[in-house]
């Protein structure tokens, strides 16, 4: 279930960016507002349907017909090329999908407790599967040279519909009447984990979250259209034929960067991980700005390491961090926050504004990327320094 789940993302978040710019002549703000709708969608679609899942209908089965409908719309949307509607199609995709990545983890998390496994132990293991079923995906559109073709989203929904299929057929996961009928509408939505906006220091990581969320979509949008743009200069290179096996990198270097978290943070604490995460966005944008796919490639292959170090020690550090600063009664509330400012309200801020970035440097239809991408390194550094300043909060360390 996990493989299918992220092979499903997989088969397009990364080299939909591409599709777009080459395949439908969508502008830098017209892709990066597509790549957006997935922050939208993570702004509340995760607890309206976790309410359902919770109070009313088995959690697999609101699984399995969030996955047909969200299947159904990336069908629709290989066959328009009007921005209005491709957009409206990409939006029902995201409100659909992505509340599945919770629901995935609470059937997971339902089905081994009850079979009497220790969940600590027993999800990891099936957990990086799903990074696995990413990297697949990835390979398997470029391999078939989909990269720039509506088969990626064939793919993905065709994923989808088996994955959605094959949920009624494990264990159930009903509803905990007794429990959560009790809560309040408020406090389902994770509403009262804004609490925590009160203390100074909580507030400013919560903004963090939500400027460094942004970040993450920056690649997710333009990796794919900056590679494609050498097709001029460098046809035959390795990025230019195989982007998506390139910018899979990435992928592979978390599941390495997450062995190395229990080190780095008993060693350095998680207000210094944090930081290390940021100055690794920063490596992360310049590495791309100064590499090229040709004789420059070790460059952008570097980019893809860091990336790792970008993504999860922030990611893992973070949720660490709300775990040690809220209250046991509101813990998954506040994981929920955590997630709308990085996912939701990032990744709006994220989408939007890398694609104004992206068609401020376009000049007749010529980006000058390493315009764009020094811009990008040049926002993650004012971060890192900002964050160094003004973030001092003495109840996370770690030792």
């Not at 992360?284 to 980019?303: H, V």
Request: hydrophobic residues 50%; glycine residues 10%; contains cysteine.
């Amino acid at each position: 279930m996990n493989f299918l789940q992220f092979f499903v993302w997989g088969s397009w978040l990364i080299s939909l960016g591409g599709y777009m710019s080459t395949q439908l002549g969508f502008s830098g703000l017209q892709i990066g507002s597509v790549y957006s709708t997935m922050g939208i969608a993570s702004v509340f679609m995760p607890g309206l349907l976790g309410i359902v899942a919770d109070r009313w209908i088995n959690a697999e089965r609101v699984f399995a017909v969030s996955h047909f409908i969200s299947a159904g719309a990336l069908i629709a949307a290989t066959r328009v090329t009007d921005f209005q509607m491709f957009y409206s199609l990409m939006l029902v995709n995201s409100l659909f999908y992505m509340p599945t990545l919770a629901l995935s983890n609470s059937v997971c998390y339902n089905v081994l407790t009850r079979k009497g496994y220790d969940v600590v132990k027993a999800f990891p293991p099936i957990r990086v599967w799903g990074t696995v079923g990413f990297i697949v995906a990835m390979w398997t559109v470029d391999f078939m040279g989909w990269t720039k073709s509506t088969f990626q989203l064939y793919q993905a929904a065709g994923a989808g519909i088996f994955l959605g299929c094959y949920a009624f057929t494990v264990p159930p996961s009903p509803p905990f009447l007794d429990e959560t009928r009790k809560k309040s509408l408020a406090s389902s939505l994770g509403l009262d984990a804004f609490v925590l906006f009160k203390h100074r220091d909580t507030a400013l990581f919560f903004i963090f979250s939500l400027l460094l969320g942004a970040a993450l979509q920056i690649t997710n949008a333009f990796g794919g259209p900056f590679l494609d743009d050498f097709k001029t200069t460098y046809p035959d290179s390795f990025g230019v034929q195989h982007p998506n096996l390139l910018l899979s990198i990435s992928q592979i270097s978390e599941t390495f960067f997450i062995l190395l978290i229990p080190f780095f943070l008993t060693r350095f604490g998680i207000r210094n991980v944090i930081l290390f995460s940021i100055f690794a966005w920063v490596l992360r944008f310049a590495l791309f700005g100064l590499g090229n796919p040709d004789d420059k490639l070790y460059l952008l292959i570097l980019s893809m390491i860091i990336y790792g170090m970008a993504f999860d020690f922030f990611n893992i550090s973070g949720s660490l961090y709300v775990e040690k600063v809220a209250e046991p009664k509101i813990r998954s509330s506040a994981q929920g926050v955590f997630m709308i400012m990085t996912n939701g309200f990032g990744a709006i801020v994220g989408g939007y504004g890398s694609g104004w970035v992206v068609d401020h440097f376009t000049t007749e239809g010529i980006r000058d990327w390493p315009s764009i991408w020094f811009t990008f390194s040049g926002y993650a550094l004012a971060l890192a320094v900002l964050f160094l300043l003004v973030f001092r909060d003495k109840r996370i360390a770690v030792r």
